[in-house]
């Protein structure tokens, strides 16, 4: 697939698209966004689109020509960098940069690129720009259900306890699981707290808490709310809790 999430945007994207079918999954780090995005897409036949994997994009090529700690000189280069998202993986101008959109020093700067407005925009249009060119697909991030497609046709928070997403984040990357738990904590507090777009549960999100669930008890409860007769716009809590 890969096409890209990356072609600058072009015009205002119409807010709601009654064609664009889109499942929104949001919620902090280490919550299994990723795990169950990409494996809920493939057993509904859907493209996935990372969007965190954008944001850190936009950081690695900002790192790259030195300028992260400049927002308007980020906010100029969040228009023109050429970003492809898919699942070859990441590239930035054209360049693989995979491996390097998940280093230690992208991690720490993204939350500073996250939080910048322009950037936001920029990335919400391609974002749009991208469902819209498939019809929808499944969408993960922090803002999808509450900013980017708050008419989505379901929109899921992930949770789990900090310990618990520290602990996958380990088993993926390695490191030390107290440090880890304090940066993904430090993490989820900026993300929550800035100004624009912040980490929240969207009006009509369905909160499922994966503490203690495998990944096949996470996706059966999601199949189960996808059933047509399941009311998905009452909004309370499912899974563990
Ligand atoms: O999911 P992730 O860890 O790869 O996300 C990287 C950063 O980007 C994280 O600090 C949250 C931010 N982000 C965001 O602000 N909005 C999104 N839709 C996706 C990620």
Do not use: C
């Not at 491996?99 to 020093?105: C, G, K, N, T």
């Amino acid at each position: 697939m890969s096409e890209h999430a990356g072609e600058p945007a072009a015009a205002a994207a119409p807010e709601a698209d009654a064609a664009v079918h889109v499942i929104a999954i949001d919620g902090p780090a280490g919550a299994g966004k990723s795990t169950i995005a990409r494996a809920l897409a493939a057993r509904l036949g859907l493209e996935y689109l990372d969007t965190g994997a954008m944001y850190r994009a936009v950081t690695y090529a900002a790192m790259r020509r030195g300028i992260v700690d400049d927002d308007a000189a980020v906010a100029g280069l969040a228009h023109e960098v050429t970003l492809e998202v898919g699942e070859h993986g990441v590239l930035v101008d054209g360049i693989d940069a995979t491996v390097e959109v998940r280093s230690a020093e992208v991690t720490r700067s993204v939350s500073r690129v996250a939080a910048n407005s322009a950037v936001r925009s920029e990335l919400v249009e391609r974002q749009r720009a991208w469902a819209r060119r498939r019809g929808g697909g499944v969408i993960e991030g922090r803002d999808i259900g509450s900013v980017v497609f708050p008419d989505a046709e379901l929109k899921l928070y992930l949770t789990a306890s900090p310990r618990v997403r520290a602990e996958r984040r380990v088993a993926e990357a390695g490191g030390d699981v107290d440090e880890i738990e304090a940066a993904i904590a430090a993490r989820d507090d900026y993300d929550s707290s800035r100004s624009d777009s912040p980490l929240v549960q969207a009006d009509g999100s369905r909160v499922l808490d994966t503490t203690g669930l495998s990944i096949e008890a996470v996706l059966a409860a999601i199949e189960r709310l996808l059933e047509p007769d399941v009311d998905l716009d009452v909004d309370r809590g499912v899974g563990a809790t």
